[in-house]
Every structure is written in structure tokens, then in C-alpha cells.
Nanobody, 126 residues
């Protein structure tokens, strides 16, 4: 059973920074594309960022470009999301996800991901 475990969330003031981590329990998932999504109360889940296994193919939602940076450790597969200049509208439950297969391409679509973590809460106060 593959497990994705997020950490690093918390309460921060607007303009502050947080670094989220997503650890993968299965070594075989090191090669799967991975992504971050977020869901605010009463809103649909939305794409944040995605990255391939090697880290040289990344994509971001327009709302976070220039403020967030996705990366991953190619040895352990752990994925990170560095979030800078946080805004109150970034408040959400952040979830990490892994693609179905190592041959998958990165994607902004939820259906492209077969494995999900439980999420870590990020709250940005104004």
C-alpha cells in the first residue's frame, strides 16, 4: 500500500513562507510524476503545481507562479513545495498526489493522479 504523507503546514501571516513536504512510502514511486493540489472550504480542489521524477519539467497554476516552487529529491522521491509571499487566498488543505505510472507525463488534471495523501492545512492570516 503506497502512502503519501504531507507535512509542513501551519499558520502564517500574509507575506510569510512555508515549505511543504510529501514523503512517499514506496521506493518504486520515485519515478512517477507528482503534484500538489489544494482545497479551500466550500471550493473545488484545484491544481497548484506538478513535477516529473527528475525535476526538469514543472508547471504551476497562474495564481502561484513566481511565489511557489516545486521540487523533489530524485533519490527518495520526496516532493517539496516552497511557498513564499503567502496570501490569505492561499489558505487551504494542501494535498500531494502521485501519478498512476512512471511513464505518465506531468498533468494539471486530478484524474491523472492515482495516489493521494491526507493533506496538510495551510492558513494565512491577513
Amino acid at each position: 500500500q503506497v502512502q503519501l504523507v504531507e507535512s509542513g503546514g501551519g499558520l502564517v501571516q500574509a507575506g510569510g513562507s512555508l515549505r511543504l513536504s510529501c514523503a512517499v512510502s514506496a521506493r518504486t514511486f520515485v519515478y512517477n510524476p507528482m503534484g500538489w493540489f489544494r482545497q479551500a472550504p466550500g471550493k473545488e480542489r484545484e491544481f497548484v503545481a506538478t513535477i516529473n521524477w527528475h525535476g526538469d519539467d514543472t508547471h504551476y497554476a497562474d495564481s502561484v507562479k513566481g511565489r511557489f516552487a516545486i521540487s523533489r529529491d530524485i533519490v527518495t522521491g520526496t516532493m517539496y513545495l516552497q511557498m513564499n509571499n503567502l496570501k490569505p487566498e492561499d489558505t487551504a488543505l494542501y494535498l500531494c498526489a502521485a501519478g498512476h505510472s512512471p511513464t505518465d507525463s506531468v498533468s494539471t488534471r486530478e484524474y491523472a493522479y492515482g495516489y493521494w495523501g491526507q493533506g496538510t492545512q495551510v492558513t494565512v492570516s491577513s
